[in-house]
């Protein structure tokens, strides 16, 4: 009975550091100095990696790193060339980047061709990661964005000059950009779990935030 003291003692001590005598690191606080993981590559990464390989994407995989306050870029890519010239975009993680390239492919390229009649040329975005938490919502929580988890597309660009952005044209009387705009949120909502468009609410004014969270939240 004497022994029993000092050995719930150690069952204690195990709960608090964590078992094994290590301490649990505490969470470093939002706007930490970047910090590299010693990550092993995640078997869906590293499929992601392949597909986009096999899709002929020109693309450099990023270290995992920590930035603090939650903020982290794990599994994620630059893009070089999907093809067609982004602009904004910095670490994407790979499965938004795959998502993201199937809709530019196979939905936006193609709308803008048969219904504006005009080939696409660029694609402008406001970013991708950025550590910080969602906007324009009352419960604050960590953005997508601080995921590298989501994408936020301003703009397309057309051959024939015309430039179609979400702030400008995205309640537009001309029946064929409704059309297209119809089409490529459609094609959005199949493929990104988030959708916001400026029919979501006023800080989605000037662009679709497109997220891969698998949440089925389509606005």
Same mark, same amino acid.
């Given at each position: ?35 590299? #993981? ?6 869906? %990464?590293q @499929? $992601? ?8 994407? /020109?693309? *450099? ?57 005009s080939? #696409? ?6 970013? %991708?990661? @950025? $550590? ?8 604050? /929580?960590? *953005?997508?964005?601080a ?15 015309r ?18 705009w ?38």
């Open positions: 009975m004497k022994h029993l003291v000092p050995l719930i003692g150690l069952l204690l001590a195990g709960c608090v550091f964590g078992g094994g005598g290590e301490r649990v690191p505490p969470t470093r606080p939002m706007g930490s100095p970047p910090v590299t #993981l010693n990550l092993p590559t995640s078997r869906d %990464t @499929a $992601c990696f392949a597909d986009l390989s096999r899709e002929e994407v /020109r693309f *450099s995989p990023l270290p995992d790193r920590d930035y603090g306050g939650g903020c982290q870029v794990i599994g994620a890519v630059q893009l070089i060339d999907i093809g067609v010239p982004v602009t904004g975009i910095k670490a994407m993680r790979c499965g938004l980047a795959e998502e993201f390239i199937g809709w530019t492919r196979n939905a936006v390229a193609p709308a803008a061709y048969q219904v504006l009649g080939k #696409l040329v660029r694609i402008e975005t406001m970013g %991708t990661y @950025a $550590c910080r938490n969602t906007v324009g919502t009352a419960v604050a /929580r960590l *953005s997508g964005h995921l590298a988890n989501a994408v936020d597309v301003s703009a397309f660009i057309l051959a024939d000059g430039r179609i952005s979400v702030q400008d044209n995205w309640r537009t009387d001309d029946a064929d950009t409704q059309r297209f119809k089409l490529i949120h459609a094609s959005a909502c199949k493929r990104f779990g988030t959708v916001l468009s400026p029919d979501y609410n006023a800080a989605h004014h000037d662009h679709l935030h497109l997220e891969d969270d698998h949440k089925a939240f389509c606005r």
